[in-house]
C-alpha cells in the first residue's frame, strides 16, 4: 500500500491529469463565452456545437458539467467575479476620499472589467435573463450582492439609523438595475456618451440618494 500511495501522479504529455483537466475545463468554458456571449447565443448553442469549438469530446464536456446551463452559470459568476474584483480594488485604492470620487474610481473600474470583451456584455446582461428559475435565482443572487456592496458604502460615508438603512437598501436594488440597463445600452451603441458621462450621471444618480425615508 505504501508504494502504490508513493507513485507519482499520472502524467500525459508531460502534465499531470489534473492540470490537462483544468485546461479542458477552460477550453469549454472559453467555447462557453464564444457561442452564448459571440455566436448564436445560449438558446441556440448545443453540447456538441460547444465541444466543437473547444476541440474536445462530448465525454470531456459531461466530465467537467452537468449541462450547457452549468456553464453559463460559471461563465457569469466569473463575469461578476471579475467586475467586482475591479471595483473593490478601486475602493480600496481611494480609501478615505469623497464618496463621489470612490464611486466614479469603482464605477469606471466596473465598467472596465465588464465591457473590455462584449461578449460578456450580452452574456451578463442578455443571454442569462429568462433561461430557468434556478439560474433566475443565481442572476438576482448576484445582483443583492450588487446591492449590498453598495449599500454598505453608503452607510459608511454617511452613517445613519436603521431606517436610512432600510431606504438605502431600496434606492441601491433600484441603482443596480439603472447600471446594468444603462451600461448595456451604452455598450450596445443604444446610448450616445462617453465612459465619462456615464460614469458621471450614474454617480450623481447614487450620491442623490436621500439619506432618510420619506415622510408619510
Not at 137 to 162: F, N
Amino acid at each position: 500500500m505504501t508504494e502504490v500511495a508513493n507513485q507519482p501522479r499520472r502524467r500525459y504529455a508531460g502534465k499531470p491529469a489534473a492540470e490537462r483537466r483544468a485546461e479542458r475545463r477552460e477550453r469549454l468554458l472559453e467555447a462557453g463565452l464564444q457561442l452564448f456571449g459571440g455566436g448564436p447565443g445560449f438558446r441556440a448553442a448545443s453540447v456538441s456545437a460547444l465541444c466543437e469549438t473547444a476541440g474536445l469530446s462530448t465525454r470531456q464536456f459531461y466530465q467537467e458539467f452537468h449541462n450547457l446551463e452549468e456553464v453559463l452559470a460559471v461563465l457569469h459568476a466569473r463575469v461578476n467575479d471579475l467586475a467586482e474584483q475591479a471595483a473593490v480594488e478601486a475602493l480600496s485604492r481611494t480609501a478615505g476620499q469623497d464618496i463621489g470620487r470612490r464611486a466614479t474610481a469603482a464605477f469606471r473600474a466596473y465598467a472596465a472589467s465588464v465591457t473590455d470583451d462584449p461578449r460578456r456584455v450580452r452574456l451578463a446582461f442578455v443571454e442569462v435573463v429568462g433561461v430557468s428559475p434556478g439560474m433566475e435565482r443565481r442572476r438576482m443572487e448576484r445582483r443583492t450582492r450588487w446591492a449590498e456592496l453598495i449599500h454598505a458604502e453608503l452607510m459608511a460615508a454617511g452613517g445613519g439609523d436603521e431606517a436610512a438603512s432600510r431606504a438605502y437598501r431600496v434606492a441601491t436594488t433600484a441603482f443596480v438595475g439603472a447600471v446594468n440597463g444603462l451600461v448595456h445600452d451604452w455598450s450596445a451603441g443604444y446610448v450616445d456618451a462617453t465612459l465619462d458621462e456615464i460614469a458621471a450621471a450614474l454617480v450623481n444618480m447614487l450620491v442623490g440618494i436621500p439619506r432618510e425615508p420619506p415622510s408619510r
